[in-house]
């Protein structure tokens, strides 16, 4: 995992990768619970007898936003800012569900950092993330992800 020191020290690291997350596997549970919290139950997700008819694979698929969910947590893993008092999530920009992830798939969190812009108390970054799929030449997530870090 690349880490750095304090926030701006992030600045020196534009253009470059910072890292790729540890693999985590979509199971129907994880998918049953995220359908759950934001109420979408569409059947492509949850459905599994009809799945195996009606889908491609014979599979549920998980949610984009699900995908796209995972970006926070799974960051933490790619790269880390030792002295910071704060991250917070700020937004995404030009997100795109590229590719659908069958349940039972592995996905990883793939991240280059774009740009970093000084605020008030910290700076503002810009990643490319891309959530890979394992086995797939095709992300299932391609997305402009932002985040605030304050020291």
């Known amino acids: 995992m690349l880490t750095v020191e304090r926030p701006a020290d992030m600045k020196a690291l534009v253009g470059k990768e910072l890292g790729v997350s540890e693999w985590v596997t979509i199971d129907q549970a994880m998918i049953d619970k995220f359908a759950e919290a934001t109420g979408d139950h569409q059947w492509i997700h949850v459905d599994v007898a009809r799945a195996k008819t009606e889908m491609p694979g014979g599979k549920t ?37 590229t590719a659908p ?28 993330s891309q959530m890979e799929i394992e086995g797939s030449d095709k992300p299932a997530l391609v997305a402009e992800t932002i985040a605030l870090a304050y020291d």
Do not use: C, M, W
């Not at 039972?104 to 990643?127: N, P």
């Open 101 to 128: 992830v069958p349940v039972g798939s592995r996905v990883r969190l793939r991240q280059k950092l774009l740009k970093v812009e000084d605020i008030a108390g910290g700076v503002r970054l810009y990643y490319e």
């Open 61 to 97: 698929i998980a949610h984009g936003f699900l995908t796209l969910s995972l970006v926070a947590g799974l960051g933490g893993q790619t790269h880390d800012i030792t002295k910071r008092s704060r991250g917070i999530n700020y937004g995404s920009n030009k997100v795109r569900f």
